[in-house]
């Protein structure tokens, strides 16, 4: 099982960046696919999940902001970020969940808001 995330870098406040995360090795349509992310001295959070049936879901803090999406075609999630500020500096991950539980994760991607 494989998560690889891309699409990382430092951005000015303002700026977009769109993650991407290519999984291999399960069924990727039958799991919900979720972004967190895990800023320095804070607790990881969730940012965003889209379900196997296209359901989205966002924190309240990037509502409005970031896009979540999929293709089951590529066994790709999305993760489109606009509107940046410092405080969305974090490393971000890409997870994919059954059920109540994460199962698999992929390894991060630096996410650097400043100007």
């Known amino acids: 099982v494989h998560l690889v995330e891309s699409g990382g870098g430092l951005v000015q406040p303002g700026g977009s960046l769109r993650l991407s995360c290519a999984a291999s090795?399960?069924?990727?349509?039958?799991?919900?696919m979720n972004w967190v992310r895990r800023a320095p001295g804070k607790d990881i959070e969730w940012v965003a999940s889209v379900s196997s049936s296209g359901r989205k879901e966002y924190a309240t803090s990037v509502k409005g902001r970031f896009t979540i999406s999929r293709d089951n075609a590529k066994n790709t999630v999305y993760l489109l970020m606009n509107s940046l500020k410092p405080e969305d500096a974090a490393v971000y991950y890409c997870a994919a969940k059954l059920g109540a539980r994460y199962k698999y994760w992929g390894q991060g991607t630096q996410v650097t808001v400043s100007s």
């Open positions: 090795g399960f069924n990727f349509g039958q799991y919900a």
